[in-house]
């Protein structure tokens, strides 16, 4: 049985070796090898489309295997590009969907668009990350979410982006001592309430944010005593949130 504080710090504090070593996984490398050799020949949305290992792939880099089957979803997300603020891409306030559309901006670079190093290597080294991630999952769920949070949180602009992600949103909720009950609130209130306990800016900075997770780590242990393997682990392609949740969070994030 691995604690999250300690299964967290280990591979946090050598996360370079740990990347490494999840590279090597015959999966990975495999996988790897494919996405690479095929990418180069993608020259449009329908090509990208069409090619569902590819496609499986490069959502699952970012983070977004869920959608995998709404292929209306990613079309229009594809389509959409991100220059419009308008754009599908910029009204979910979760970043993963503007990081993959910009990878993949075939609405701005066309043919080009696999030609640059984001969507080969780029891509290939955040699949590596999920992986390893997801490994880590099977020692310690906190220390899963502890660099998921790590790696998600400097992008964020606002508390929004918390609650627009389960996984964000239960590392907040431990680290700042809030009942999960608070999610019964309104989108406003959850807003405030984590506004007034934390500087988002403050994830921007590392040691600020490694304060923020070993704070996280400990209170997870706390209250996960005997947690070994994360037999009820959060799924991680899953954790989108639902419409109506969604549209209220647009809504505030509009001003509206």
Known sequence: MSTATITYRNYAQHLD?????????PQVIRESVHYLSHIVNVKSIDDFMSNKRVLQYALTAFGLS???YATALVRRLLEGGI???????NRFTDQ???DFVTAFNFARYGDATTAFDRTQQGTVDRYKRQILEQNVGQQSEGARLALYFQRQAPNLTSPLG????????????????LSPYTSNLSIEAQRDLIANRVNIADFKDPAK?????????????LKNPAQGTATTALDYSRTSIGSSLLAAIQKVNSGS
Request: charged content about 25%.
């Open 66 to 68: 869920d959608i995998s």
């Open 162 to 177: 918390l609650l627009a992600d389960v996984a964000l949103l239960k590392v907040t909720q431990t680290a700042l001592s």
């Open 209 to 221: 944010l490694t304060k923020f997770l070993n704070r996280f780590t400990a209170l997870w242990d």
């Open 17 to 25: 070796r740990s990347l490494e070593a999840a590279a090597k996984s």
């Open 96 to 98: 993963r969907y503007r």
């Open 83 to 89: 220059d419009d603020t308008s754009a599908l891409a």
